[in-house]
């Protein structure tokens, strides 16, 4: 049957179509669970900061297992691995939604974060490989609008489904699709074929794993224990003992888990550098924004989902047009306009005011998803083009880390800067008043998201100082 579909005109949209699945579910389920941290809490009879490892926990084994499992696809094979993802991942979600204590939620959380990371890294690789350089712009860009879409849905879902069938019941959700979704992959995506015979390095992923979690914990908490503090300090130091340790490993050894040489590769490392810091910067306004419309200006939680939707709504409607757009023209001009737009945008954000209109704010958002639909989509293009085939797995691997870590660095950056120039602010009051308080949160909102805003410009001066042609040269 496979080979009569691969005789169809339109055969490799079906493997777009297979992939879309599992990209949508993924960044879906990133967001579909923050909505139900109330219910959970209460449910399972635990306490806030617990019930956001529920989130952390999903985030950190994500984030730490991207490379490995990028690398499993390209010696093990993509179809094979994206297959045992779609199963892990329903039978993730299957367990999560029958968890009775919050530590088997956080356990199972795991289980389905392992089988997103599958999902989130050969699933690029899988698209590269299917399209011919020419088309890989347009449909990367089409990508974009998937993810754009999937963090799109996730809170306004996951309210419905919770406010009328309980917590339980955005993890059973998924299993339809999943299923779903490993049926289109026995169905569709082709078999591997030469299958590079060579062996995991499973010692430099467990490296890799061990100091990345540390980073990531230093980092997620460093504002709660002190930057200064012991923790932060041991945390930081195991960090760059085990990464050290990594490299020493991967030089080594005949079939690396990580080809260090593809750092070697401008167009490949620019790519993501500019990818991470523009996940930086957005995610100063994605983690400070709701507070300044819900606590400052008082605005309903559907008010603000409603602010907050412009952002996604442009960058889904921008993505596959600059994605086309960079096929012609290149990465370099969109990637570096797409930042500088972002860039204003953000300044935009900061300096919003108590009596801003509702237009302004909206305005601000949608020029920020301006920027980013213009960046991200060339930028994924030059980073999976720059690469050969045989690193297509590894390649969207760094790229998925690129952008969780970016996430993960810009949530702790911001809300370090809000902490600290708030404490400042207040230091001078034993008893501040509320409109003390609100301009102390104003003082640290803003430098915050004026940081981030200085982070997208660096990210546009790296996007200025590359090619930005399609190097690879694959068909």
């Keep these: 049957m496979q080979e009569k579909l691969q005789q169809l005109p339109y055969y490799k949209w079906m493997i777009f179509g297979v992939i879309s699945i599992g990209i949508f579910i993924s960044t879906m389920t990133s ?31 994500i984030t730490s297992l991207l490379p490995l499992v990028g690398r499993l696809g390209d010696v093990w094979g993509r179809r094979t691995i994206y297959g045992y993802g779609f199963i892990g991942f329903a039978a993730g979600s299957l ?10 939620l956080i356990g199972f959380r795991v289980i389905q974060a392992i089988s997103a990371a599958t999902l989130m890294a050969n699933g690029m690789a899988i698209v590269t490989a299917s ?14 609008t998937i993810v754009a879409l999937g ?47 060579e062996k995991i390095d499973y010692l430099g992923a467990a490296l890799f794993t061990i100091g990345m979690v540390s980073f990531l914990l230093a980092l997620s908490y460093g504002t709660r224990w002190g930057w200064l503090s012991m923790r932060t300090f041991a945390c930081m130091g195991f960090a760059s003992v085990m990464f050290i340790l ?9 079939y690396p888990m990580l080809e260090l040489s593809i750092f070697k590769n401008w167009e490949f490392s620019a790519g993501n550098l500019a990818g991470m810091l523009s996940f930086m910067a957005m995610f100063s306004n994605t983690l400070l924004l709701p507070y300044f419309l819900h606590d400052i200006l008082a605005f309903t939680p559907a008010k603000t989902g409603l602010i907050m939707s412009a952002f996604p709504v442009v960058m889904a409607v921008v993505a596959p047009l600059s994605g086309s757009l960079s096929d012609k023209v290149g990465t370099g001009p969109l990637a570096t306009t797409g930042l500088g737009i972002l860039a204003v945008g953000l300044v935009l954000t900061a300096k919003l005011q108590l009596d801003t209109t509702l237009w302004l704010i909206m305005a601000s958002q949608a020029l920020m998803g301006l920027g980013n639909g213009l960046f991200q989509s060339p930028n994924n293009n030059s ?13 969207g691997g760094i790229n998925a880390l690129a ?73």
């Excluded at 367990?95 to 530590?103: H, K, Q, R």
């Excluded at 990594?246 to 080594?252: N, T």
């Excluded at 970016?406 to 902490?419: D, F, K, P, R």
Aim: charged share 10%; glycine share 10%.
């Design 31 to 61: 967001s579909i669970v923050n909505v139900a941290l109330p219910p959970i809490t209460i449910a399972l009879h635990t306490d806030i900061p617990t019930a956001q490892w529920v989130v952390t926990a999903y985030l950190l084994a």
């Design 95 to 104: 367990l999560c939604g029958m968890a009775n204590s919050i530590g088997m």
């Design 131 to 144: 399209f011919p350089l020419k088309e890989r712009g347009r449909v990367l860009g089409m990508i974009g």
């Design 151 to 197: 963090s799109l849905s996730g809170p306004g879902l996951g309210g419905l489904i919770v406010e009328n069938f309980g917590w339980h019941a955005i993890f059973f959700v998924n299993i339809p699709i999943g299923m779903l979704g490993y049926v289109g992959v026995r169905l569709v995506l082709p078999v591997d074929q030469d299958l590079q015979q």
């Design 246 to 254: 990594f490299i020493r490993q991967e030089k080594s050894i005949d």
């Design 383 to 395: 980073v999976m083009s720059a690469v050969e085939n045989r690193q297509l797995g590894v390649a």
């Design 403 to 475: 952008r969780n870590f970016g996430m993960v660095c810009g949530t702790a950056v911001a809300v370090s800067i809000l902490e600290y120039r708030r404490s400042v602010s207040l230091s001078s009051f034993s008893q501040p008043t509320l409109a003390q308080q609100v301009a102390a949160f104003m003082d640290g909102y803003q430098a915050a998201l004026l940081v981030g805003a200085a982070l997208a410009v660096v990210g546009a001066i790296v996007s200025f100082r590359r090619s930005g042609k399609n190097t690879a040269g694959k068909s």
